[in-house]
């Protein structure tokens, strides 16, 4: 039992000495104790032996909510999705938004997703003219067979745009719109932030998908009252009827309102759907605070996505990448 887990100080040193997330978080109401989180670890040793705890404990899975069904086990091993070749894991696609302002994001996306040469379609959703017209001269004219393009109804500027700005609104809330678009289609999508960096194959990961409708990168372990708090950025969504329900109330919220599409894709997603939600390991899909902020240099090694998130403004976010080695924009094939 580790007090004062929403201490920084506290989280990371529990982190490290038990090489493992927490199994449970509990926020407990100002006067219980000076506390406000207590957070509740297991050591392996209480584990089965043929479990692979590393993989399991980096994330587990808290209780389901009442509506919500967070289905798949706290102690899932999430190795055996490491035995599924794509081909057998359906029709997954990669859906990117791209705008011009971070068109050198997508750079730097494509440089790494190109040297890991996966077998996967990917799909850009052009938000500007611009882009779309670099996109037709730098990628889709080169490469066909594997990426294609469409340009969104969006009529964004061109620069980069701040975070929390009716632009930047409006830009993240059409994100559903696409989505719901190619599951109605009936292909699986992985939704990719272009701020991320793919070190290794996420792909190994989507063996789990016979378990969950979605599967996605977790930012929070609790945050505006729910757990784990997704984030939007990364996330593998298969098409079903429960996934296209749950999909078109979040395109209703937002297009009542645009907004910031997390809080209110978290709230829906744990109050208000049917779909089986799992989170990915934190340890092969660290937040950009664990990455950037809490991980050794060997815990980097480990990382499949590097989502370079938690920070704000598109120079803070490129130089961030430039420290760690991860910006390479000038070696793309």
């Not at 996109?135 to 340009?151: D, H, I, M, T």
């Not at 632009?167 to 701020?195: F, P, Q, T, W």
């Not at 919220?253 to 208000?272: C, E, M, S």
């Amino acid at each position: 039992f580790v007090d004062d887990y929403e201490r920084k100080v506290e989280h990371t040193f529990s982190l490290r000495v038990f090489q493992a997330s927490p199994i449970e978080i509990l926020s407990r109401p100002n006067g219980v104790s000076n506390a406000n989180e207590q957070a509740h670890f297991l050591f392996e040793s209480a584990l089965p032996a043929d479990v692979e705890t590393r993989n399991i404990t980096d994330f587990v899975t808290k209780k389901a909510s009442k509506a919500g069904a967070m289905l798949v086990p706290w102690n899932y091993n999430y190795t055996q999705g490491k035995s599924s070749p794509l081909s057998a894991l359906g029709n997954w696609i990669v859906l990117l938004e791209v705008n011009h302002g971070y068109y050198d994001f997508f750079e730097n996306w494509l440089a790494h997703f190109q040297a890991l040469a996966l077998n996967i379609k990917v799909v850009i959703m052009a938000e500007d003219n611009n882009t779309m017209a670099l996109l037709e001269k730098e990628v889709l004219a080169n490469y066909p067979e594997q990426f294609s393009g469409e340009r969104s109804s969006l009529q964004l500027d061109t620069k980069a745009l701040g975070y929390d700005s009716t632009a930047y609104k409006e830009l993240v809330s059409s994100r559903a719109i696409h989505i719901l678009k190619k599951l109605k289609d009936g292909l699986n999508v992985i939704y990719c932030d272009v701020d991320t960096v793919w070190r290794s194959s996420p792909l190994l990961y989507l063996g789990c998908t016979d378990d969950a409708d979605i599967i996605m990168q977790v930012d929070s372990d609790v945050f505006n009252s729910v757990s784990p708090y997704y984030c939007t950025g990364f996330m593998a969504i298969v098409s079903n009827e429960r996934t296209i329900q749950f999909i078109e109330k979040w395109q209703n919220a937002l297009d009542a309102k645009p907004q910031l599409n997390q809080p209110v894709f978290n709230n829906i997603l744990h109050k208000r759907s049917l779909v089986r939600h799992q989170p990915l390991p934190r340890a092969e899909f660290p937040s950009g605070n664990y990455y950037f902020q809490w991980f050794t240099e060997k815990e980097k090694t480990r990382a499949v996505i590097v989502h370079n998130n938690f920070i704000i403004g598109h120079d803070k976010k490129k130089d961030r990448f430039i420290q760690e080695k991860l910006w390479k924009v000038n070696e793309l094939s």
